[in-house]
């Protein structure tokens, strides 16, 4: 496993989860780390991504609730997540963006109202 994430599970909206993935330090330093997120019946979304260099990028859905962030001594990405909501129920899927794509298992979140 290249990939490997952590953190989902249920929570109340208004609530909080922290995700974790970590890589492999090859892949780790030399991609972009970020999240995708698949809904049941919805297509994968990208929910926010951090390149090698710190620069960020988020959905508009979650600008203002969500932080990403990496740990370049951990090969590890974290996305903080607040202010949930049900509609951020999904599977969450890390993802490095590098030479080559590479995807960790999925974690669910669910978000109960």
């Known amino acids: 496993v290249q990939l490997q994430a952590s953190g989902g599970g249920l929570v109340q909206a208004g609530g909080s989860l922290r995700l974790s993935c970590t890589a492999s330090r090859t892949i780790f330093s030399n991609s972009a780390m970020g999240w995708y997120r698949q809904a049941p019946g919805k297509q994968r979304e990208l929910v926010a991504i951090?390149?090698?260099?710190?620069?960020?990028n988020f959905a508009d859905s979650v600008k203002g609730r969500f932080t990403i962030s990496r740990d370049n001594t951990k090969n590890t990405v974290f996305l903080q997540m607040n202010t949930l909501k049900p509609e951020d129920t999904a599977v969450y899927y890390c993802?490095?963006?590098?030479?080559?794509?590479?995807w960790g298992q999925g974690t669910q979140v669910t978000v109960s109202s």
């Open positions: 993802y490095a963006r590098g030479l080559l794509p590479y």
């Open positions: 951090i390149t090698s260099g710190g620069s960020t």
